[in-house]
Every structure is written in structure tokens, then in C-alpha cells.
């Protein structure tokens, strides 16, 4: 009886386990093909990635991202279109235009009279690249930037262009690029975050800056970015409340901290531990922050490199200087928003207005960086969420012109963190309207910011139900072309 139950197990192993589960085995060898790390567990899941451990060499240790909020006019900054002033009012071939997708502004437009900037050009630096008048400053820095002039989106729209500049998707609930990087690489500073924001505002109409920009999505919260403000308390809720002094706030934390694990080990929420953590992080910033928000250190030269307005908290000046100081200190990620670049009817005052605020201190960041030698770790990334049309959106009249929104090419810059300087990458048509060399998609510029860190964005991935997901979503590649 034993012997025929044993033959029976035997039986039931060899064949009935191989015919019925054929498919099955199947469809692993078949997914081991297609994804040759599916078995391999080599960074394909969340649980085989180290914080704190890039994926390969950086180039880069930190960035700061001068978000220009609204987008700037490509054709008044970066990318020289005479054409346009030669054809001044005339329609915008259809073969150019091809039918593209235009916004609700100006879709029921009878006519698209084209329009040149109100602003000349020159040539600038080793590379001859073609800079504004709006901008001399940052003409002074060519030799140190890269301009692509090539990068597109399919975002039309103000929010979800921001949104996918920001998360990689359009429709936000993601993780942030400052989040990512916290999460793939961790914190520098214990006494500081890894990820910080700072907010201005120039003339223009300013579009909505959310805090799901800086969100950490479904990463743990320890990874949100810490927005700082202008005045007397940078970051809210940190500082004592009247009558409590510090030793008091480190025995009621330590209490908390025991509570917290208690309740830690008995539910085993990670988010328990991700609390505690960022209690900790704000008692250690009440010392920190004070020191990095103080200006009044600053040399005599800096104030003159940044420009008066340095001074005056809250302005763009103000937190460029701030981010050298946030990047000098050890934060991973420096986000700066600067709003007002939605210049739909009165671009020639508007624009003018705007690039003053923002020339002097962005090339004065790159500057101030490299005489400290930190500019070669340090990533700098100038530029909005997509660009403008080179026809007139409304009348036109030479001296009161707007631009509508224009996702198919527009330009930014970057600097540092082992970007060749010096070049200017991709090409658009004569009439500034597409892409002809080059193309530079959102999902490139993520994969190649991850890069330069040290991050491959194809295994930087964290597991959120049943799905993978990465910055880059299911695209992107690394523009090496621009790369030292």
C-alpha cells in the first residue's frame, strides 16, 4: 500500500506536473527572454536597490533647477529666427503648421499672421551661439552652458506640462525628480533635506505652483521635498513655540520617538518610522536653517555678482544665492519656481520685465559655483515647460504681442555636473515652429539628469500596486551627445 501511494507521488511529479504545468513554465522561459532580468532580481525590484549607492560613477552630486514657470519665449531668448521678422504678418504656411494640435486660445483664430521678436540677437562665446539682448549676463556665461534648443513635449496645457516636467506624467499622484533622487541616493546633510523649493514671482501672469510638484507621491514621506519661504520662518512649524525651550523639545520628541516605536512594532507601518525620522530632521534644521538663510555673511562680492535684489528675500536673486548656499551644504536637490512667464498678450513688457529678474542671477549662480570649484558636481538646469508660437496669438501690433503655447520646440539650458559647456545642441526650422536635428524629448532630459547622478533610469524603480514604476515611465534615453 505505501509502495503504490509512493508510485502514485512519483507519478503525479514527473508527468502530471510537466504537462500541466507547461504553460506556466512557458510563459517564465517566454518573460525571461523578453526581460532577460526578470529572474535575476538585479535592480527590478524596489526591495534589490540601496539608498545611497549610485548605479554607476557620478558626474554629478546635486542639482538646482531654475523652473521659469509659464514658459519662456524661445524666440525672444535662444533660438534667432530672422525669417520670422522677414515674413512679419504674413500666414503661417499650413505645411509648417500640418495640422498640429493648437490650445483653445487660438484654435478658432481666423488667421495666423507670423511674428518676429521685438529684440536682436547676438553671437556669443567659442560656440557663437545666438543670445538676446534680453539676456547679457547670461551671454557672458555661453562658454559655460549647454542650450538645447530641441526639446518637446505632448503637454499643451500649463499644469500637466509642469506636472510631466516635474513627476514624468501628466496627471501627478507621482513622485517628483527631487523625490526620486532622495529615494535613489539619499541625504548628504543629515541636518538639512535632501530635497528643497523655493518659490518667486515676477510681473507676468503667474500660473499655480502646487505642491504635488515637489510631492513624494508613493514613495515615503521622508522624500517630499521641504519648501522654504521668505521672512522670519523659512520652513513652517520649525521653529519653538513661546514659552518651550530647546531641552524641553528633545525630551518631548525622545517621548514621542518611544511612542512612535511602540506603535511601530505593533502595526509595522514604515511610515511609523518614516514620522520619526522627519521629526528628527526638523529638530536638527532649527539649528541648521537660520545659518543658510542668513545673507548677511555674504561678501561684499557675491551681493555684487547676484545683483541688489539678493537682498530682498523672496526674490529670484534671493534664492539663487540661497540654492549655491542649500547645494554648498549638502541638498541633494534644489528646486527654484519662478512664475510669471505666461505671456499671452503683452510679451514685449512682460518679458523684459522678466528677464531682468531672472539673467543676472542665473549666470551669477553658474559663476559663483565655478569659482568655488563646485560647478563640475553640481548639475545647473534653466528653462519651463514648453515654448511659444511664432505666430501671434489675438491682434497683432509690433509693440503689444503675445504668443500662445507651443509644446512641439523650445530650448533650455544646463551646466555643470559633466554637461559638455560650451555647445549649442539641436536645431528647429526657419520658422521656429519643429524640430528638424535632434529631438530632445521630457523623458530624455529625466534619464539624462538621472545619468549624470549616477542613476540608470530603468532601474530606478519602486513597486506601487502591482506595478513598476520609474521617473521616465516607459521611454527615455540618455542624450550622450551632450555629455563630457
Not at 25 to 53: C, H, Q, R, Y
Not at 123 to 144: C, E, N
Not at 321 to 332: D, F, I, Q, T
Not at 379 to 395: A, D, M
Amino acid at each position: 500500500m505505501e509502495k503504490d501511494i509512493l508510485e502514485h507521488g512519483l507519478n503525479f511529479n514527473r508527468r502530471r506536473f510537466l504537462s500541466r504545468m507547461s504553460l506556466g513554465l512557458g510563459s517564465i522561459a517566454l518573460g525571461s527572454l523578453l526581460m532577460p532580468d526578470l529572474l535575476s532580481g538585479n535592480g527590478t525590484d524596489e526591495d534589490d536597490f540601496v539608498a545611497g549607492i549610485p548605479h554607476f560613477a557620478p558626474k554629478a552630486k546635486r542639482v538646482i533647477y531654475l523652473f521659469q514657470n509659464g514658459a519662456p519665449s524661445q524666440l525672444e531668448l535662444f533660438d534667432y529666427k530672422p525669417k520670422l521678422r522677414e515674413m512679419m504678418g504674413q500666414e503661417l504656411p499650413e505645411s509648417i503648421r500640418a495640422g498640429q494640435r493648437l490650445t483653445g486660445m487660438t484654435a478658432n483664430q481666423a488667421s495666423f499672421p507670423l511674428i518676429g521678436s521685438f529684440v536682436d540677437f547676438k553671437q556669443y562665446g567659442d560656440s557663437r551661439a545666438w543670445i538676446s539682448d534680453l539676456f547679457p549676463y547670461t551671454a557672458k556665461v555661453v562658454d559655460d552652458i549647454c542650450i538645447i534648443r530641441s526639446m518637446h513635449t505632448e503637454a499643451i496645457n500649463h499644469d500637466p506640462a509642469l506636472t510631466f516636467f516635474q513627476t514624468g506624467s501628466q496627471q501627478g499622484n507621482r513622485p517628483s525628480m527631487g523625490a526620486w533622487l532622495s529615494y535613489g541616493l539619499g541625504n548628504e546633510n543629515k541636518n538639512l533635506p535632501a530635497f528643497t523649493v523655493l518659490l518667486s514671482r515676477g510681473i507676468g501672469n503667474g500660473q499655480g505652483v502646487y505642491s504635488k510638484l515637489w510631492s513624494n507621491g508613493f514613495l515615503d514621506s521622508i522624500h517630499q521635498g521641504v519648501q522654504f519661504s521668505s521672512g522670519e520662518n523659512p520652513v513652517l512649524y520649525l521653529k519653538d513655540p513661546n514659552g518651550m525651550n530647546r531641552n524641553e523639545r528633545r525630551k518631548i520628541l525622545d517621548n514621542l520617538s518611544e511612542l512612535n516605536q511602540m506603535s511601530y512594532e505593533e502595526f509595522g507601518d514604515p511610515e511609523i518610522n518614516t514620522k520619526i525620522q522627519q521629526y528628527e530632521m526638523a529638530y536638527r534644521m532649527q539649528a541648521a536653517v537660520p545659518e543658510i538663510m542668513d545673507l548677511s555673511k555674504e561678501p561684499d562680492d557675491i551681493i555684487k555678482l547676484y545683483g541688489p535684489d539678493c537682498l530682498v528675500p523672496g526674490t529670484f536673486a534671493a534664492n539663487a544665492l540661497l540654492a549655491r548656499k542649500l547645494s554648498e551644504s549638502g541638498v541633494r536637490f534644489v528646486q527654484l519656481y519662478h512664475q510669471g512667464w505666461d505671456q499671452h498678450g503683452n510679451l514685449p513688457f512682460e518679458i523684459t520685465k522678466q528677464a531682468k529678474d531672472v539673467d543676472q542671477a542665473s549666470a551669477a549662480l553658474v559663476t559663483d559655483l565655478k569659482q568655488r570649484g563646485l560647478l563640475d558636481e553640481t548639475l545647473v538646469i534653466w528653462g519651463g515647460e514648453f515654448g511659444r508660437t511664432n505666430y501671434s496669438q489675438g491682434k497683432l501690433t509690433m509693440d503689444k504681442y503675445g504668443r500662445d503655447h507651443h509644446p512641439r520646440c523650445f530650448s533650455i539650458w544646463m551646466a555643470g555636473g559633466g554637461i559638455k559647456p560650451g555647445i549649442v545642441y539641436g536645431e528647429t526650422d526657419d520658422f521656429g515652429y519643429n524640430i528638424v536635428k535632434d529631438p530632445v524629448h521630457v523623458h530624455d532630459f529625466q534619464a539624462t539628469v538621472l545619468h549624470q547622478l549616477g542613476l540608470d533610469h530603468e532601474k530606478l524603480i519602486f513597486k506601487h500596486l502591482g506595478r513598476r514604476y520609474r521617473l521616465t515611465d516607459v521611454s527615455g534615453n540618455v542624450i550622450k551627445d551632450i555629455l563630457v
